[in-house]
């Protein structure tokens, strides 16, 4: 329908806005929107008005809690004078009315960023009074430093957390719940993401079914779960897919961002929109020996907020990080997240968490674009639209200015761009909280700047962003500072405007070197004897956490958001995406096998593969010595390209596995998607080699298993070592600790393969050495071709020793000789899964 009057007037808690048709009004929580909500519903960037030409409409962006008119959920509608809508809640969310007349048009303010710290989301920093080095200090006597008898630009951590940190009201205890919902005797309510069920919740990582709440006839509650892909959590654990559980009037329900409490005869809805606690409580790690490199660190984080965490090297920043995140857990010691144990509740919480490592977590021969497709189909449901999630990946391109980088190769960005990408993927999923590992680590100054003042807006954003760096060239922009001394103790805590005043000296080069040259000094008593933290850190204990009865630890099993064969095909398809993209790679992957199958043709190429005649004069064979020349070169260039294709595979994707499996990544599915393309292309590459070694050459006229294929027989073995080979590379790549190793164990395996392979000296016989080379593929790929070409005859023993039953022209000879070479295969597969483990967050290994 259309109306005759363009201007629009919007009416909303007494205040009024007259639209203009000529452009577009963004509605929601952002300070920097043109129609500003304050409740907590209400998503930061929750919808739009415009005028379409013919008529005004409301568009919701994917809201957290939806829009409503006449109590319908709405994603696009005609509006006109006399609409009314309800934004968050159908029943009592925020009102908004239509009307024809006329008033006067309100301007939206938009503020520059440094005008920014009038907003609420954080205080201005105000520079620190003077004050002169103290030359000759010695911390013995300046355990007291100079600071400010007030708060000054920061008001005492227990009046400033009024929803998160130390001074945080108890999970879900005196907050507000975002919406509530009557129940009555017998009903049942269903929670999704579709538009049919009774409880809409516009959540990526919940189901289009998800859940359902049954109200039972004696008056108890249970939860049962729809088959969800990302799970139903009871007290932060999962219960069985598909399964039910009683709740009890304790137990908090997870679905996604959403958690859910029974309170009587309604149900209470809490959103998780970032407005969230978190807080370290005497963390301690201790490490074989007994050493501790963490010790007693306790601090609170407000919401919303900014925090820099800083030291010198020792000082246990990494360790600190992955106490934090549940990657390392902290021998002592909790983290709570909105007062619930981030580390027995990880299954639920971790869909919340967002963490950029140090190392960029993408591939880098992708287009930014084609990057985070992957990276969405991984984290989201199975259920999850390709336009869902490509509208939420438009969303966080426009949100961190990278939309007109989308088209461009991951490895054609400066380094502030690529980890603004970084930040993109995580940004994918809606944490509440995210942390990053020296973000600004190898950028200039300017690019320094750019990311953070990138995290300063993502904390004004509605997200509590922790920044573990060495750069203090933008500490000012934090809420917060964390300066950790040598040894893992804390240091400082509090505003970064006052730390240089409590450290009584002028730059961080004289603070770092205090620490190094009082290493011994206790700088943890120093602070927790301070001013400061009575102000900023005495009350992290003031909260008890949330108290629910929890099973053990190694009773958990988080979901994954695919299945396995949709993890395994998705992996499968990216890693294409990534050998395609890399032209290098695919011309070594022909080039090579060419190469190392063409060398053999220099070793008498008009030379048979077969017995020669028995010598007249001394009645014995002559020994073929083209054919043991010809297959030891095949083999070992089987054996070096088969281990060059993966030797590098997992050791430079160790970070991306590490942040991917926290996510939900199956171990399996992603070994065998390595398995599965490596597999091919080294097979590939065998049957390359053993088509130019042996083509060319007189061969057996039958074959012993594929009498009519003997060429092919003679490949098979070539291309089975080649394979077996690469699952030795995966091993190599599984243990070493940098790229840059790899390459020597290469060569020490391709050397050893030589040796093993029974063309140079006889191995049957030779105690011990004989028995050590079966583990080696070279030795049953070259016994599988021997058998083929009968080398017992070609080559026999000398002085009229035993012949190698490895060697034998017989049927059972050569599979024994193959089934052995398969099964090498599989148990260095065996062994890498085993090794990946390692590489995984200590909480999620089983």
């Known amino acids: 329908m259309g109306y005759g009057v363009p201007e629009l007037v919007l009416e909303l808690n007494g205040r009024t806005w007259t ?28 919808a739009t008005v415009s005028f379409n030409g013919r008529s005004w409409v409301i568009e919701d962006h994917g809201s957290t809690n939806g829009t409503f008119s006449q109590g319908q959920r709405i994603g696009q509608l005609e509006i006109g004078p006399g609409s009314a809508l309800h934004l968050g809640n159908a029943n009592d969310g925020p009102r908004v009315t239509l009307s024809g007349a006329r008033a006067p048009v309100a301007q939206p ?24 080095a103290q030359a000759g200090w010695q911390p013995p006597q300046q355990a007291t430093p100079q600071v400010p008898q007030q708060p000054g630009p920061s008001e005492p951590y227990a009046q400033q957390v009024s929803g998160g940190g130390a001074g945080a009201p108890p999970a879900y205890g005196d907050r507000s719940p975002t919406t509530f919902h009557q129940f009555s005797i017998g009903r049942v309510m269903r929670i ?42 009871v007290n932060g654990q999962p219960i069985p897919k598909g399964g039910t559980q009683l709740l009890g009037p304790a137990d908090v329900v997870g679905v996604g961002h959403s958690t859910f409490r029974i309170v009587g005869d309604r149900l209470e809805e809490f959103v998780d929109t970032g407005e969230v606690s978190f807080s370290a409580r005497h963390l301690t790690v201790t490490v074989d020996g007994g050493k501790q490199i963490l010790k007693d660190v306790s601090f ?91 509208a939420r990946i438009d969303e966080v391109l426009r949100e961190l200015k990278l939309d007109i980088h989308k088209e461009k190769k991951v490895t054609s960005l400066s380094g502030g761009q690529r980890k603004r990408v970084s930040v993109a993927l995580e940004l994918l999923t809606k944490p509440s909280l995210i942390f990053l590992d020296e973000p600004t680590s190898g950028l200039d100054p300017g690019m320094d700047r750019d990311v953070m003042q990138l995290l300063r807006g993502l904390a004004d954003d509605g997200r509590t962003v922790l920044v573990v760096t060495h750069s203090v060239a933008e500490l000012a922009i934090c809420d917060k500072l964390l300066v950790m001394a040598p040894g893992g103790a804390v240091a400082y805590f509090g505003p970064p405007e006052e730390a240089l005043n409590f450290f009584g000296y002028d730059t961080w080069a004289d603070v770092f070197s205090a620490f190094e040259n009082y290493r011994d000094y206790d700088w943890a008593g120093r602070w927790k004897g301070s001013q400061h933290y009575q102000m900023y850190a005495a009350d992290i204990d003031a909260v008890a956490p949330q108290s629910v009865q929890m099973p053990p630890m190694q009773a958990m099993r988080p979901p994954k958001p695919q299945g396995w064969m949709s993890q395994f095909m998705t992996l499968v398809r990216r890693y294409t995406s990534v050998i395609a993209s890399d032209k290098g790679f695919l011309a070594l992957s022909v080039i090579l096998p060419v190469v190392l199958g063409s060398v053999s043709l220099l070793i008498d190429s008009g030379n048979s593969l077969l017995p020669n005649p028995v010598n007249p004069k001394s009645g014995r064979i002559i020994p073929n010595g083209t054919a043991t020349t010809v297959l030891l070169i095949l083999a070992v260039g089987a054996c070096f390209a088969g281990a060059a294709n993966s030797v590098r595979e997992l050791i430079k994707e160790r970070v991306i596995y590490e942040r991917e499996r926290a996510t939900g990544l199956s171990r399996s599915a992603y070994l065998m998607s390595k398995v599965f393309v490596l597999g091919l292309v080294t097979v590939f590459q065998g049957l390359l080699v053993g088509v130019i070694g042996f083509s060319s050459r007189e061969i057996p006229e039958e074959g012993l298993i594929l009498t009519n294929a003997p060429l092919v027989e003679l490949c098979l073995p070539i291309m089975a070592l080649g394979f077996t080979s690469m699952m030795f590379g995966l091993i190599i790549s599984s243990l070493v600790k940098t790229a840059e190793k790899t390459m020597p164990l290469l060569v020490m395996f391709a ?35 021997g058998a083929t070409l009968d080398f017992n005859k070609i080559s026999p ?22 089934i052995a070479l398969i099964v090498l295969g599989v148990i260095c597969g065996f062994f890498v899964a085993r090794f990946l483990r390692r590489h995984e967050p200590e909480v999620m290994r089983k």
């Not at 909105?338 to 990880?346: I, P």
């Not at 050495?769 to 790929?781: D, H, I, K, Q, T």
Request: a negative charge.
């Open 797 to 818: 023993p000398k002085d009229g020793g035993d012949t190698d039953p490895l060697w034998e022209h017989t049927v059972g000879a050569w599979s024994l000789d193959m």
């Open 109 to 132: 303010q938009q503020q520059p960023y440094a005008a920014q710290a009038a907003n609420p989301g954080w205080a201005a920093p105000q520079a620190p009074q003077p004050q002169a």
């Open 19 to 46: 639209l203009d048709p000529s452009r577009p009004y963004t509605l929601g929580r952002d300070p920097q929107g043109d129609i500003v909500f304050e409740d907590a519903r209400v998503s930061w960037r929750h």
């Open 300 to 390: 609170g984080v407000p919401e919303k907020s900014l925090i820099a965490v800083i030291g010198p090297s020792g000082s246990g920043k990494s360790t600190l990080l992955k106490a934090l995140t549940g990657y390392r857990p902290a021998n002592q010691g909790d983290v709570l997240y909105d007062n619930r144990n981030l580390y027995k509740q990880f299954a639920e919480l971790r869909q919340r968490i967002g963490l950029v490592p140090q190392d960029d977590i993408l591939h880098k021969e992708l287009t930014v674009k084609k990057a985070l497709k992957y990276a969405a189909k991984l984290r989201f449901p199975a259920d999850t639209t390709a336009a869902e999630r490509e």
């Open 751 to 785: 050397i050893i393969q030589v040796v093993f392979t029974g063309c140079l000296f006889a191995l049957n016989g030779s105690i011990g050495v004989n028995e050590f080379s079966y583990l080696m593929p070279s030795r049953w790929a070259v016994g599988a071709a």
């Open 192 to 233: 999704g993401r579709a538009l049919e069920n009774e409880l809409v919740v516009s959540d990526l990582q919940v189901s289009r079914n998800h859940a359902e709440f049954r109200s039972m006839p004696d008056g108890s509650m249970e939860i049962r779960d729809l088959g969800s892909h990302n799970g139903t959590y």
